[in-house]
């Protein structure tokens, strides 16, 4: 297959009906510094494209398990294999969801008949079809995905009176605050944690089963290195594209919130399908075509295998040939363990409102009683969150400052402790012997420290040189 559907297949695979709902909600709530996602996908994908792929593509297998195989040995593949298969096992009722909760609202069945179709679908043409079958499924619904999110923002854009509209009614509720770097680690979004966050996630993104997968279906080492360049843009465009949907839906319901008008919405976590339920009452066929758009990124999700913490571990000991098979165990464990004793503490703090991220204002002040704006209208106006640059997080003072991060920041003490126990437990136990590691399991930018392979040259040889030999035997 050609490139670009292998690139849309990789990035429809991270498109997830949750997060289209979830980002919209985001922005609705938060405002548009999300969106600073959308363009990091494609700096990391570049960076990923000239650091981890000539690894990765280097692997020659479908299966990027090979790797712990290569570089520590069965037993380190075997775990890792069984965490995945139980991980995956677990999430897939989550990822069905969604999609089947938005088809069951629109036609009446209940939602276990309805995943169960959609899961059947899935399954017959994956099984049927293998590889080749699930790139071109995800192409088409990638691009489905594509249509029914932009006509949603333009039928929003229409009705709301223009881009300038949008852009003002987004101003004056705070929205457009693209950059904020004041309080990193406490504070919901920020600059910094997205961009420490949001890398950390991208590098388990770019090493996962799935896109290695895609990846190393390709004949040669440049046409991989344009599917990471250019899933990762596309990645961007459809996180972009969820975004401002986030700020249409905003100055739609500007100054008439309804969830606190208590319009026959309980949460904010549905606000798109809401949005389009109202407006496809002027426009009709929008709703099909959202539904359409959602079950199509729940379909691509449920094929799309999830990491795990041992699997995505190999992205740090790929720069670490010091690290032995004990030490990547206990790294490993130790960070995963940690992470979600972090993960756990600071929902159990936010559920129990010792943790509160406040939105940006909402109100109920522009609402209309039978149709009309009247005083009364005033007298019974509901207004919450906070106003002007930045974002705000209040929270109890007998909270640890562990539970307090931003939710960008989960993943970072974690990976960090794990790093430290690998490398720790490793030295402890005898550091792996530098002559027996696998170059081709090594970053090219860490080769410096490798013995040199034998007939060749003593003399020092740059680092450009080491990144370019090492692409042209992959290529090879």
Sequence with gaps: MTVIPISLSVAASYLTSSAMVAT???????????????????????????????VSYSIRSASSFEFFDRRFNSHIRKLASFIYAVETILHTAMTQYVPALSLSQATGFSVFPVA????????????????????????????????????????????????AAIWDRGVEGSRMDFFNFDSFLNVRYSTPNL??????????YYLSPSFH?????????????????????????????????????????????PVLAKKGIKSHSTILPYFVKQVSKAVPGLEGLFLSGVIAAGLSWEKRPQENRLSNSHGDRMFLPW?????????????????????????????NKLVRDLPKLLTTAMCLINGTYTTESLNMTTSIGTTGPGMVTESDPTVPQLFKMSVMLYM?????????VSLLISFLTGAQDLATVDREMIVPLMHWVLPRPKGESTADVPLKEYVQVSQIEVEG
């Design 24 to 54: 919209c909600m985001e922005v609705y709530l938060y405002g548009m510094q999300y969106i600073i996602g959308s363009w990091w996908y494609i700096v990391m994908g570049i960076i990923s494209a000239w650091i981890y792929l000539p």
């Design 116 to 163: 169960c179709i959609l899961s059947s679908i899935c399954f017959v043409y994956t099984a049927s079809g293998g590889l080749k079958a699930v790139a071109w499924a995800d192409s088409f619904q990638a691009l489905l995905f594509i249509v029914a999110s932009t006509v949603i923002s333009i039928v929003g854009i229409v009705m709301i009176g223009g881009p």
């Design 195 to 204: 961009l420490i966050g949001g890398a950390l996630m991208l590098i388990h």
């Design 213 to 257: 997968q895609r990846v190393a279906s390709m004949p040669t080492f440049t046409t991989a290195r344009q599917v990471v360049i250019w899933s990762s843009v596309f990645a961007g465009i459809f996180m972009a594209s969820n975004s401002v949907n986030g700020a249409v839906v905003y100055a739609y319901f500007a100054g008439c919130d």
């Design 323 to 351: 690290v032995n098979s004990k030490g990547v165990l206990a790294g490993s464990l130790t960070s995963g363990v940690f992470t979600i004793y972090v993960v756990l503490g600071s929902q159990h703090a936010k559920k």
């Design 412 to 420: 970072v003490p974690g990976a960090v402790l794990g790093l430290v």
